[in-house]
């Protein structure tokens, strides 16, 4: 850890109200009372006298966006003085172009510097040479980690810390809104005027016309101000006019907003004010920069997290027809409302409590005043199927980073993903290797866990798979009467060393888990259940169309013949059949796509199904939690590749799973609804799809509970080694 004698310079464009500033603020008043001395340089601004008073010495330094060369070479020289003066031991930039003139100086006079990267905002060209000019980067979420690692900056995860006892329910002062009446329902929407952000208060601001009916008593409180503040004051006025009342209040800059979240039923906003509010035991909505998130409740938290609350990533975008549908369900019931700020609180009081983040970044300060960098961090290799644009493989990776992230230590711990280039012949560098999720009980994959266990490294299966095009043969209970593992020593004793060494081992379905049992594992081989499991969709309002019909979504592609009777061309002839007979009994078609490959034959079916007025010909390739939202407004899907199967189920959507080799049925079997298969090959096949189809259709709700148990335990077996701390 860091000692009393660290003299840390935190560097900003400006001293703004923004969320930017507001983490230095809140982490430096932590840092303060472990003893570290405080400084800033940068910009001036409205939280000028709120950094002095954290005990900040602040020292103003021009801020000029685009200095002309010799102006820049002046302001290098004036952060190089002031870390003299001061004796500046580590440099901590947020903001570029600040951050590169500070980063160079602290260069050339030897001082190591951390690079926190709040968002995907920055210029990239500048952010990268701002983190090369740096010892350590920090990222504020996962999507802005995912987002830098993709253009070559690799950072470590330390989000926004809350300082739990300044951000408390009524523990501020009632804000001053004199014509708000004090039974009033208050929503808050708090945040920086400008870019998206300002589009979203005006979408909120016109929901309201039509809210207002329903929630006469219904008041809307603004905070904040930017660029675009000019044009919401001007849509305020219309409204409170037409309204005949002011309902609407601009408050503008706070820098103290903790009064307007004490006085609100719901607040508005994404990013720290999501938290922040959440701490004062509000319930949030999550709309941000990037797009709609939704009401943030414990069945939300992880994707409101793994979005950061639609900041840097979302499920949607926002309207005023979606926002209207959220306000006025969230607003119905005020006691329930408070109960989701109840659990608000404690979500963030265990996950993102200022003394945790603190910590972390003293120890990140320690690691490189040292020299140390992150060398003495443990690496865990993640193989799987990784680089190709595979939703399926992609989304399970995302599964396995998102436990990583919630419960490995940042400082502590690296994940890789076995990307395209990283090479699977040498896992020397390596303490952990997981195979992950996927069909990787097969060669090559098989064999780099086995160099694992050769060398001795630390071993996970986590709910891998075994898949070939061979035919399986099972009885009514399940359990294969075919031999799938003939004449493969090799393979056998592989596997064999494998279990015994492994640490953790959990397999996709019972199949998998018959295959190695027939291989001699013996009982250390559990299943899992599918990672794509993981995923849980959004808990978003729905917002009914009486006039569209119900739909089907049916994902299609291509496995190059590699299949079940080799024959594609008659899937698609069976598959358009089956999509007609649906459009002729009411429903809608929805074409999906997981795989870039797979469009032409999604293209082919669009053509052969012929009806351009009841079918969507979807060719874009949704993110996991797109596709979970997407899915979710089926009343069924029929699926080609396994993992539009896997996040039906996780969807909650009853599936027909088009089982073309193993892998389809070692899934379907894992969640004891074999009814739900049809093979490739099997004869009338248009007709089974249908009635199949039919069938799921009609026995949705107990379909949709059989998952929901299913997804429960799963989720519970796929944590365990994370719980059980096996890294």
Not at 209 to 237: C, D, F, M, W, Y
Not at 239 to 247: D, E, F, I, R, S
Not at 600 to 612: G, Q, S, T, V, W
Request: glycine share 8%.
């Amino acid at each position: 850890m860091t000692s009393s004698n660290d003299r840390i310079l935190m560097v900003l464009d400006s001293l703004r109200t923004g969320g930017t500033e507001t983490y230095v603020l809140s982490m430096g008043k932590a840092l303060r009372k472990k003893g570290v001395q405080l400084f800033y340089a940068g910009g001036n601004g409205p939280f000028y006298q709120e950094f002095v008073d954290a005990g900040f010495l602040v020292e103003p330094i021009e801020s000029a966006r685009e200095p002309l060369s010799a102006r820049r070479q002046h302001l290098i020289e004036c952060y190089r003085a002031c870390m003299k003066k001061h004796r500046i031991t580590i440099v901590h930039v947020h903001q570029t172009p600040s951050g590169f003139l500070a980063a160079t100086a602290a260069n050339e006079l030897g001082i190591p510097v951390v690079f926190t990267l709040h968002g995907t905002y920055y210029p990239k060209d500048e952010a990268i040479k701002v983190a090369q000019l740096c010892s350590a980067v920090i990222s504020v979420s996962k999507p802005v980690q995912l987002f830098w690692q993709k253009r070559g900056v690799k950072t470590t995860l330390i989000s926004n810390g809350i300082d739990m006892e300044e951000f408390q329910s009524g523990s501020a002062s009632r804000a001053d809104v004199p014509s708000l009446p004090p039974d009033a329902t208050v929503v808050t929407y708090v945040s920086r005027l400008a870019w998206q952000k300002a589009t979203v208060c005006n979408m909120v601001l016109r929901a309201t016309k039509t809210l207002r009916n329903e929630i006469p008593n219904l008041h809307i409180v603004v905070v904040g101000s930017g660029a675009q503040a000019i044009h919401v004051h001007e849509l305020a006025k219309v409204l409170n006019k037409a309204a005949g009342q002011p309902y609407i209040h601009i408050v503008g800059e706070q820098t103290d907003v903790r009064p307007y979240y004490a006085i609100s039923d719901l607040v508005i906003g994404t990013g720290r004010v999501a938290l922040e509010a959440m701490a004062c035991g509000k319930p949030v909505l999550a709309i941000g920069n990037h797009g709609y998130v939704g009401l943030v409740e414990p069945s939300s938290y992880e994707l409101a997290w793994d979005c950061y609350f639609g900041d840097h990533s979302s499920v949607q975008k926002p309207s005023p027809s979606l926002i209207d549908s959220a306000l006025r369900q969230a607003c119905s019931d005020r006691s329930q409302l408070k109960e989701i700020g109840g659990h608000g609180r404690v979500w963030v009081q265990n996950h993102f409590h200022i003394t945790q983040k603190c910590a972390s970044l003293l120890t990140i300060y320690a690691q490189i005043k040292n020299g140390g960098g992150t060398t003495n961090m443990k690496k865990v290799l993640y193989v799987g199927w990784l680089g190709f644009n595979n939703l399926g493989d992609e989304l399970m990776w995302h599964a396995f980073y998102n436990l990583s992230c919630k419960y490995l230590d940042p400082t502590q711990y690296k994940v890789i993903p076995s990307l395209p280039g990283v090479d699977l012949k040498d896992v020397s560098e390596y303490d952990t290797v997981v195979l992950g999720g996927g069909s990787l009980l097969i060669p090559g994959y098989v064999d780099v866990a086995y160099r694992a266990v050769e060398q001795k490294k630390n071993l996970w299966v986590w709910g891998s798979g075994f898949d070939s095009q061979d035919r399986v043969e099972l009885d009514s209970s399940g359990r294969m009467t075919s031999k799938l593992i003939n004449g493969q020593d090799k393979m056998s004793h592989m596997l064999q060393k494998i279990t015994e060494h492994a640490t953790f081992l959990g397999v996709r379905g019972p199949i998998t888990l018959q295959y190695l049992q027939q291989a001699g594992v013996g009982e250390k081989a559990a299943i899992s259940g599918d990672p794509g499991m993981l995923l849980l969709p959004a808990s978003l309002p729905i917002v009914v169309d009486k006039n569209k019909r119900p739909t089907i979504g049916i994902n299609w592609g291509t496995s190059y013949n590699r299949i079940y009777g080799k024959n594609e061309t008659a899937v698609e002839d069976a598959l358009a059949h089956a999509a007609k007979k649906l459009i002729q009994a009411g429903y809608d078609i929805h074409l999906l796509t997981m795989w870039g490959p797979d469009r032409e034959a999604i293209k082919r079916l669009y053509k052969k199904i012929n009806d351009p007025a009841h079918t969507i010909l979807d060719l874009e390739l949704h993110d996991h939690t797109q596709m979970l939202q997407l899915m979710k407004g089926f009343q069924a899907t029929i699926n080609f590749k396994l993992h539009a199967n896997v996040l039906s189920a996780a969807a909650g959507v009853p599936f027909v799973c088009l089982a073309y080799r193993i892998k389809g049925i070692d899934f379907a079997y894992s969640l004891d609804l074999p009814e739900l298969i049809v093979s490739t090959d099997e004869p009338r096949l248009g007709e089974r799809i249908l009635s199949c189809t039919w069938e799921a259709i009609a026995r949705k709700d107990q379909i949709t509970a059989k998952l929901a148990a299913s997804q429960k335990k799963m989720i519970e077996n796929l944590e365990l080694p994370f719980i059980q701390g096996l890294l």
